[in-house]
T-cell receptor
Framework: ETGVTQTPRHLVMGMTNKKSLKCEQH?????MYWYKQSAKKPLELMFV???????ENNSVPSRFSPECPNSSHLFLHLHTLQPEDSALYLC????????????FGPGTRLTVT | QKEVEQNSGPLSVPEGAIASLNCTYS??????FFWYRQYSGKSPELIMS????GDKEDGRFTAQLNKASQYVSLLIRDSQPSDSATYLC????????????FGKGTTLSVSS
């Protein structure tokens, strides 16, 4: 595997389900990100982990819960989502420090029914 | 609220022409600027980075930065139908650590 990988690529879940999105980076980076991309809207930064420490983003509902067990892995735990949460969820990583270039995974297309 | 502004388009150019994509940003402290290309249904792909005023060329792509005017642009020479995509401008935010602020993107359509 190379670059940034994400699983699953597609997910359909009901509003009462609990699921998790997984991201893995093989670039030796130490910062990882979750973004949400909805139609006609800019990329929305959800969470940042730098050196495995989380940067809070107060605008993200608590039904989204991130986890970063190490610098290569990032999870987004989902529970009791709403239909408006349907979107493309993108993971990205960067070297950190003063290097801001971010590299994206292929994304998970989430549909909440 | 730090912002990155792009014309949403669509920008339509004939094959072989030069496509010019523009971006303005509000944070005067920004030091790093990026262009991403995103095909429909795919994730953004980094195509250019620029850090200093002036031009940076990479193949058919040229990024131009003017920090005094808070303006960054992307020129695509000899445009090809395969360049048809949405182009996202991204800027680092001085007070936001490693995070980037993205514009909404400009959709480019190259007709053959």
């Amino acid at each position: 595997e190379t670059g940034v990988t994400q699983t699953p690529r597609h997910l359909v879940m009901g509003m009462t389900n609990k699921k998790s999105l997984k991201c893995e980076q093989h670039l030796g980076h130490n910062a990882m990100y979750w973004y949400k991309q909805s139609a006609k809207k800019p990329l929305e930064l959800m969470f940042v982990y730098s050196l495995e420490e989380r940067v809070e983003n107060n605008s993200v509902p608590s039904r989204f819960s991130p986890e970063c067990p190490n610098s290569s892995h990032l999870f987004l735990h989902l529970h009791t989502l709403q239909p408006e949460d349907s979107a493309l969820y993108l993971c990205a990583s960067s070297q950190g420090g003063q290097i801001y270039e971010q590299y994206f995974g292929p994304g998970t297309r989430l549909t909440v029914t | 609220q730090k912002e990155v502004e792009q014309n949403s388009g669509p920008l339509s150019v004939p094959e072989g022409a030069i496509a010019s994509l523009n971006c303005t940003y509000s944070d005067r402290g920004s030091q790093s600027f990026f262009w991403y290309r995103q095909y429909s249904g795919k994730s953004p792909e980094l195509i250019m980075s620029i850090y200093s005023n002036g031009d940076k060329e990479d193949g058919r792509f040229t990024a131009q930065l003017n920090k005094a005017s808070q303006y960054v642009s992307l020129l695509i020479r000899d445009s090809q139908p395969s360049d048809s995509a949405t182009y996202l401008c991204a800027v680092n935010a001085e007070q936001a650590g490693t995070a980037l602020i993205f514009g909404k993107g400009t959709t480019l359509s190259v007709s053959s």
